[in-house]
């Protein structure tokens, strides 16, 4: 297992830039694949993104892709989301999360067992 925990959100302009950090704890996190989510408030959770287990592949949302960047430092049990560029409709709550398989690199939410609580982006005009 792998519990998980998001910060580094805040408050910030159009235009600017955050890195979120997903900290990790369980033996086997370097196993695992992980996956960074956002709801923004009426809408359902969607995928920005995920990095497999050894950080060599990334896979992003068309909506983010180009402005945001995943990272991850097994020894450290960290994973970033660097947000570059930053957009009001990136509002939003983020989470980061491991899939159900350990190294399954998924888009989908319902493949992801293990949540962080989230942490807010707000991003004003």
């Known amino acids: 297992q792998v519990q998980l925990v998001e910060s580094g959100g805040g408050l910030v302009q159009a235009g600017g830039s955050l890195n979120l950090s997903c900290a990790a704890s369980?033996?086997?996190?370097?196993?695992?694949?992980i996956g960074w989510f956002r709801q923004a408030p009426g809408k359902e959770r969607e995928f920005v993104g995920a990095?497999?287990?050894?950080?060599?592949?990334?896979y992003l949302a068309d909506s983010v892709k180009g402005r945001f960047f995943i990272s991850r430092d097994n020894a450290q049990k960290m994973v970033y989301l660097q947000m570059n560029s930053l957009k009001p409709e990136d509002t939003a709550v983020y989470y980061c999360?491991?899939?159900?398989?350990?190294?399954?690199?998924?888009?989908?939410?319902?493949?992801?067992?293990?949540w962080g609580q989230g942490t807010q982006v707000t991003v004003s005009s």
């Open positions: 999360a491991a899939p159900r398989l350990a190294n399954y690199v998924s888009r989908a939410i319902h493949d992801y067992d293990y």
């Open positions: 369980g033996r086997t996190f370097d196993l695992y694949a």
């Open positions: 990095i497999s287990s050894n950080g060599g592949s990334q």
